[in-house]
């Protein structure tokens, strides 16, 4: 809000623009104020007094949460099965046991304020990667590409995951299965199928992974 001689300033473009036969609701809309602003800061210089808004202390919300609280929410926050995940994630899997600690926006609210709202969930920090090697597919079953993507639930922040398998030459997906949890087990076992469909011998296949891996 603007105060001081600003305010000064501005009222008296108002009062330049009134007397060129603009209306007051119009002028008001040009600096983004409220025409009931503009009354408040014309009484206010008619009495001499300041707008006092601006720097007043608000009592603190009755439902504030604690010190106690906050760290209580930061501790689980850090907790390896939680570490991992967004607030959208952690509050309704706190809710399905029945535990409630504060609202989501709470949640992120106290994790920024501790300079811990980012890298987590999908978004990690940057890695520095090797450059793979280039691999180049002739035919069918030389070159497969396969990943993981997110599929939203039914429920917020509950996510499946469809694990996906593609030959690069030929665009046919060559395995996909659906599981609840990310496992290394699972895409083993999913490419290891996928393999014996195919009469994949070992050797005569380069996996290629999302992230470059082979």
Known sequence: MTSGPDRKEILELVDEAEQSGARHSRIAELPGLHARTLRRWREAEEEGRADRRPTAERPRPVNALSEEEREAVLELCNQPEYAHLPPSQIVPRLADEGIYLASESTFYRILREAGQATHRGRAQPPQKLARPRPCRATGPNQVWSWDITYLAAAIRGTFYRLYMVEDIFSRKIVGWE????????????????????????????????????R
């Open 178 to 213: 659906i599981h609840e949890q990310e496992s290394a087990v699972h895409a083993s076992s999913l490419i290891s199928k996928a393999c014996l469909r195919e009469g994949i011998q070992s050797g005569d296949l380069v996996l290629h992974a999302d992230n470059g891996g």
